[in-house]
């Protein structure tokens, strides 16, 4: 399925859902190339939630850039198939090479701010990122690895305690939106 027909299909959770979904497909239509950076105003990224068997914890890394727990993922980099996106950088950042999808196709959507940040030595302008999130599950027993150009940690934290680990104020109304909604899985 393509890209706007996933977000098409898509069922907003709450208000901030229904507003960045019509964004998304209102971008979709005005940029050929949303799906990469070369687009420096907006672009498409995956990014993951990632719980324990339990429910009761979320892998987050330490990103270097933000300074801050965050949950994993990426850019698409051209690439419009999102969920192959999520698992490639879930798999990437974390080293979890055995995570088990458990949304049907996308779990959250939202746009989000990136200020202006240093990458590789080369400035980068504050622009959007277009959002697609996935939940999986993952087992807190298998082992761990950081991906130091990225990251500085990889650990579970208690679902509880999200919002307050992270230092991203623009965060914490969208991982306690991920929290809610896992509650109606369960």
């Not at 960045?20 to 950076?37: A, N, P, Q």
């Not at 650990?155 to 991982?175: A, F, G, S």
Request: overall charge negative; proline content about 1%; some cysteine.
């Amino acid at each position: 399925m393509k890209l706007k027909e996933q977000i098409e299909k898509y069922i907003p959770y709450n208000e901030q859902e229904e507003s960045d979904k019509e964004l998304m497909l209102e971008y979709i239509d005005i940029f050929e190339d949303v799906l990469t950076r070369k687009n420096r105003m907006c672009h498409f990224t995956a990014s993951n939630w990632i719980v324990n068997k339990e429910r009761t914890k979320v892998l987050m890394i330490y990103h270097n850039i933000y300074k801050s727990w965050a949950w994993t993922g990426g850019h698409t980099d051209g690439n419009s198939d999102l969920l192959y996106v999520a698992i490639k950088e879930a798999e990437e950042e974390t080293g979890l090479d055995n995570l088990k999808l458990l949304s049907d196709g996308i779990y959250g959507l939202q746009i989000l701010t990136v200020d202006s940040h240093i990458k590789r030595g080369k400035f980068v302008s504050s622009h959007l990122h277009l959002d697609c999130c996935f939940l999986f599950e993952a087992d807190e027993k298998d082992e761990l690895r950081i991906k130091e150009d990225e990251n500085s940690a990889v650990k579970w934290i208690d679902i509880d305690k999200v919002t307050k680990i992270t230092n991203e104020e623009k965060m914490k109304p969208i991982y306690k939106k991920l929290n809610s909604k896992l509650k109606n899985i369960i």
